[in-house]
């Protein structure tokens, strides 16, 4: 899935494209709306984050302007005051949700998943989404990004998705990080065992029932990591 | 402008006017009316002089009538010899000390003028008149004496009468004629310079009111009253002074004048002071809604950076190892500070829409629990920290409708102050529970507590208690009061319940179950 971030401010734009690139999505950055607009055309994003306030054309013009051509995209928001929230709900612009500032990982990465959702569920198989798959006793359904112990809903990323996929799919093999890298990462990112393992040892804190002894996800020493299906 | 206030400054102006127009029209109205008095008595002292002057000429008449009524020989004849002598004596009569004529008497030696004096007294002597003296103790020295006037034909005619030592009554008919041309004579020549005044009139008027003579430049209207009047003494008592004077004269007219004026230059005055405080009220707001502004656009234009600070925290969070604990604390610190920073902003932010009166909740789905839940979570690590216990109770698991961002705001404050007086206490108590619409969560500490008498002080703005809890921790005294303010605006309240220890405020929020 690909997001468009449009964020006059440098230092904000970078740590949201760092932040939802480490979810698994691919990430844009724009960092004024004409260049927004401009990457629009181009790159046809699936989601679109838009500052309400940037220099040149305004978030509330890009929307105008999107929605002229486009009327499915998602488009988020991010705000500073609470009077442009009462704005970018409205009718007029049409946007699918906002963000306020100052905002929280946990939060940008809720209110994005929370969407992500909702346009997976609009266009099934558009999204290169692999079909349900049972891990131990979690239910992973990636078309609804989230995966189900009993009746404990966990929320979870496309890079989320991917690894639980690549280690259900090869069940019983040792995957070592080059490989999970590659397939899950892509080949163009540069690799970095330590982003590697915070990423798993998140992921375990979301699916594993006792993280410390995790069943699913497994470190296998020096070699690297592997689902083994009981 | 705020009605309030226009209220204010209408009030400071209308209402010092109408006190003084009322004290203004009732002092005028009385100097009117003492001014009204004196010039009467001015008028009534002037006809009083024209009454005694009347008066004294009639005294001298009684006085030549005296010496006539007491003639020793009253024969017809010497009668009727002083009769022809004496200008104002028309004719005598006599009546015995049983009340009888007895002269004149028609017996056939009657003149034709004494048989045309009993023709004219007929109704006198008809109606059995008794001649008494008009005081009420007459001199016992003297004997008694008086007038008598009577009306006939075209007016009024005089006797005057004396009581004789012998019972008898001898009186004078006056020549009517002759007495009025004399009274006349008395008064003022009606070009007299002396007693003109500029805009006057004195009549003398009969019983019938009619005008016998008059003098003065003044013309006064048909139907115009006098100004004042007097009767005049017996036996003119039929007869009537009237003093006419061109419009009221006085100090009345004078009175209103000056006292508009008072009140008009009061009311200028006034008025300017109204204006001036209005401009001064005026630019106090303006001031005021400046700082406001400028308050708020600084806190919206720190939400960037702070945006940034937290999010960088938290990746750094994120990416420092597990075994790290020296690094996961700073960033730890940078993330519950950020959350500091942005609470304060929030509420600054709260209070300056308090102050504009733009303040409105954004009512959405939401569960009350879960707010509880990811408010909490920023809390834990310094509230367990200080070896503080967390007990949670929740109750309210259902998806409501609510503004989730006012009760993070509230929860937020509550947990805040926890934070900075009660991290001493052993435990908090967190509980939620739901019941109809509302929801109510109560959070307590066991920490060091707030005095009851103090319970409503602490949720007043920028009212920060001075205690040994208090003093040195840094706060702005604005969280429970916008708190509280927010809870009302949610359809609920924030009260600080009584207890034995620590501190219990207990929130409620009206949360109706959202229809799906």
């Known amino acids: 899935m690909k997001i468009l971030i449009a964020e006059d401010d440098q230092n904000t734009r970078d740590g949201l494209l760092e932040i939802l690139g480490t979810e698994g999505y691919v990430t844009i950055g724009a960092a004024d709306g004409k260049q927004a607009l401009d990457l629009f055309v181009r790159e046809k994003p699936d989601m679109v984050c838009l500052d309400v306030m940037m220099p040149g054309i305004s978030g509330y013009d890009v929307c105008r302007e999107i929605r002229r051509f486009n009327t499915d995209v998602p488009v988020i928001f991010l705000t500073a005051k609470s009077e442009e929230i009462d704005k970018v709900l409205g009718l007029e612009l049409g946007a699918d949700d906002y963000i306020s500032k100052p905002f929280g990982i946990k939060e940008v990465i809720a209110r994005i998943r929370a969407v992500a959702r909702r346009t997976i569920a609009r266009s099934p198989g558009k999204e290169d989404l692999p079909a349900s798959f049972k891990m131990d006793d979690l239910d992973v359904i990636p078309s609804e990004l989230r995966a189900r112990r009993e009746e404990t809903s966990i929320d979870l990323g496309p890079r989320d998705i991917k690894i639980l996929a690549l280690l259900h799919r090869n069940r019983g093999k040792v995957l070592d990080r080059d490989t999970i890298f590659n397939e899950c990462w892509g080949l163009d990112y540069m690799p970095n065992s330590r982003s590697l393992d915070q990423h798993i040892s998140q992921l375990r804190k979301k699916i594993e029932l006792d993280p410390r002894n995790p069943r699913i996800i497994q470190t296998v020493h020096n070699a690297g990591y592997r689902y083994e299906s009981l | ?516």
């Open chain 2, 1 to 516: 402008m705020k009605p309030k206030l226009i209220a204010i400054l209408l009030l400071i102006v209308i209402a010092p006017l109408v006190l003084m127009a009322w004290l203004g029209v009732s002092l005028a109205r009385n100097e009117q009316e003492r001014a009204q008095k004196d010039f009467e008595r001015v008028l009534l002292a002037r006809l009083s002089d024209v009454r005694d002057r009347i008066a004294s000429l009639t005294a001298e008449q009684e006085r030549a009538f005296l010496e006539l009524t007491q003639v020793a020989t009253r024969g017809p004849d010497r009668l009727r010899e002083i009769t022809r002598k004496e200008r104002l004596v028309k004719q005598f009569f006599i009546m015995n000390a049983d009340g009888d004529l007895v002269y004149p008497v028609r017996n056939g030696t009657e003149t034709e003028s004494e048989n045309a004096f009993l023709f004219r007294t007929e109704p006198i002597w008809q109606t059995g008149t008794t001649f008494t003296d008009p005081s009420d103790l007459p001199d016992r020295a003297r004997l008694s004496y008086g007038w008598h006037t009577w009306f006939w034909g075209n007016g009024m005619h005089f006797l005057f009468w004396q009581e004789q030592e012998s019972g008898e009554i001898v009186g004078i008919e006056v020549d009517r004629m002759v007495l009025m041309s004399d009274v006349l004579g008395e008064l003022p020549a009606d070009d007299h310079p002396g007693d003109r005044s500029e805009h006057d009139r004195i009549k003398l008027v009969n019983a019938k009111s009619e005008t016998i003579y008059q003098w003065g430049p003044y013309e006064p209207a048909a139907d115009e009253s006098p100004s004042a009047d007097l009767s005049l003494a017996a036996p003119l008592g039929a007869w009537t002074l009237q003093y006419y004077v061109s419009g009221l004269t006085g100090t009345g007219g004078t009175s209103i004048f000056n006292i508009t004026s008072g009140l008009v230059v009061m009311a200028f005055l006034l008025v300017f002071l109204a204006v001036y405080f209005y401009r001064e009220n005026m630019r106090n707001m303006r001031e005021a809604e400046q700082k406001v502004s400028f308050v708020n656009q600084v806190s919206h234009e720190l939400k960037t950076p702070l945006t940034n600070i937290r999010m960088y925290g938290e990746l750094l969070n994120d990416s420092v190892s597990d075994d790290d604990a020296r690094l996961r604390k700073w960033a730890g610190i940078i993330m519950a500070e950020s959350q500091r920073l942005s609470r304060l902003i929030t509420n600054v932010l709260t209070f300056a829409k308090k102050q504009k009166g733009t303040i409105r909740l954004r009512m959405t789905s939401g569960v009350v629990d879960a707010v509880i839940d990811s408010v909490l979570i920023s809390f834990r690590p310094s509230l367990e920290k200080s070896g503080m216990q967390i007990r949670l109770f929740t109750g309210a698991p259902a998806t409501v409708e609510l503004d989730p961002d006012v009760l993070e705001q509230i929860l937020g404050n509550l947990l805040n102050n926890v934070e900075k007086y009660a991290s001493a206490g052993e435990h908090l108590c967190i509980t939620s529970a739901r019941e109809g619409d509302m929801t109510t969560i109560i959070v307590a500490d066991s920490g060091p507590g707030i005095p009851e008498t103090d319970a409503e002080k602490v949720f007043a703005p920028f009212t920060r208690l001075s205690n040994k809890i208090t003093d040195g921790v840094a706060g702005t005294g604005m969280g429970l009061g916008i708190s509280r303010d927010l809870a009302r605006l949610h359809g609920g309240d924030l009260v600080m319940d009584p207890s034995e220890s620590g501190t219990t405020f207990r929130l409620t929020l009206k949360t109706p179950v959202r229809a799906s």
